[in-house]
């Protein structure tokens, strides 16, 4: 079974601009959840995404938002970007069916903010 | 409000010996607890995790956790440790009827010495 993938890897945008994040789960989840993780503030959850609803959301600001597929892939979207976004993002899947189910965590894309 | 506190930011410990990695949580309810290791450039990766009945838990990699309601704790450890397993460890808790949502510890930073 495929893992769970993110796209790009690795970014690099300047201060003002927008970036969109891709995640792929695993095959039959349909829960993904967004994380960022930072030197300071360590591993913070962003928003998750069950069967194309916003579940849950953390305590980001209004230019942090998400969607999520029909095919439960799910796409998050940083508007203008400030020097403190640079992180590392992760996304994790899941059945999404119980609190106590595993989410497998994708290796996350790294976005620069210059 | 609930949280997880890792006391120890990094520590060092030399191949084959012992190792215990301290958690700590607040949490009103039974919590589902988990454990993940992260390497450099990776994503996380779940070690083990406790929602309920015995209260000693085995994972993967020669890893063990317990779980100790009165002390609000749920370490981990490994009888001998290899130089694979430096990496950064996470506690995490699952808040009940929040969906896939993870509250994470600030990290453990694991070295092992030759």
């Known amino acids: 079974k495929a893992g769970v993938t993110q796209t790009p890897r690795y970014l690099i945008k300047t201060r003002g601009q927008q970036v969109t994040l891709s995640c792929s789960p695993i095959?039959?989840?349909?829960?993904v959840s967004w994380y960022q993780q930072t030197p300071g503030q360590g591993l913070q959850f962003l928003f998750e995404?069950?069967?194309?609803?916003?579940?849950n959301k953390g305590n980001f600001p209004g230019r942090f938002s998400g969607r999520q597929f029909s095919n439960s892939r799910s796409e998050m979207n940083v508007s203008t970007l400030e020097l403190g976004d640079s992180a590392l993002y992760l996304c994790?899947?899941?059945?999404?069916?119980?609190?106590?189910?595993?989410?497998?965590f994708g290796p996350g894309t790294r976005l620069t903010v210059l | 409000a609930q949280s997880v506190t890792q006391p120890d930011i990094h520590i060092t410990v030399s191949e084959g010996a012992s190792l215990e990695l301290r958690c700590n949580y607040s949490?009103?309810?039974?919590?589902?607890l988990f454990w993940y290791v992260q390497s450099p450039g990776q994503g996380l990766q779940l070690l083990l995790k406790?929602?309920?009945?015995?209260?000693l838990v085995q994972g993967i990699k020669g890893f063990e956790a317990e779980f100790k309601r009165s002390q609000s704790s749920f370490n981990l450890r490994k009888p001998s440790v290899h130089w694979s397993d430096a990496a950064e460890y996470f506690c995490?808790?699952?808040?009940?009827?929040?969906?896939?949502?993870?509250?994470f510890g600030q990290g453990t930073e694991l070295s092992v010495k030759p």
């Open positions: 994790a899947s899941s059945s999404g069916q119980d609190p106590t189910d595993t989410q497998y």
């Open positions: 995404y069950f069967s194309e609803t916003q579940r």
């Open positions: 949490y009103g309810a039974t919590p589902y």
């Open positions: 406790y929602f309920s009945g015995d209260t």
């Open positions: 095959s039959g989840h349909r829960s």
């Open positions: 995490a808790v699952a808040p009940y009827n929040q969906g896939g949502k993870l509250i």
